[in-house]
Nanobody, 118 residues
Framework: QVQLVESGGGLVQPGESLRLSCAAS????????MGWYRQAPGKQRELVAT???????NYADSVKGRFTISRDNAKKTVYLQMDSLKPEDTAVYYC????????????WGQGTQVTVSS
């Protein structure tokens, strides 16, 4: 069992920055992939960024060059630095942890609201 707690969401103006944090606790293996997804009202949840234990990353095309994902394995924490925010980035952001052994395991945080508006 894994518990994920996000923090750092809020209201900002276009062009500003925000940093999200997600701390994991419980039985999460060190090789798990950690990442962020987001969902806007009336839309499907989409991948924002993920980072594997080997350092490899995966970003949505819409956030490349603006967002940066990082992780602290000792603290079992993943971060999302969001720069040059746009109104289109407005959504609930969810922390995700997943790994596969005999089957795939996936866990989600409760979500944190990010609103970009002038």
């Amino acid at each position: 069992q894994v518990q994920l707690v996000e923090s750092g969401g809020g209201l900002v103006q276009p062009g500003e920055s925000l940093r999200l944090s997600c701390a994991a606790s419980g039985s999460m293996p060190i090789f798990a992939t950690m990442g962020w997804y987001r969902q806007a009202p009336g839309k499907q949840r989409e991948l924002v960024a993920t980072k594997a234990i080997d350092g490899s990353t995966n970003y949505a095309d819409s956030v490349k060059g603006r967002f940066t994902i990082s992780r602290d394995n000792a603290k079992k924490t993943v971060y999302l630095q969001m720069d040059s925010l746009k109104p289109e980035d407005t959504a609930v952001y969810y922390c995700n942890v997943r790994w596969k052994t005999l089957r795939e395991y996936t866990y989600w945080g409760q979500g944190t609201q990010v609103t970009v508006s002038s």
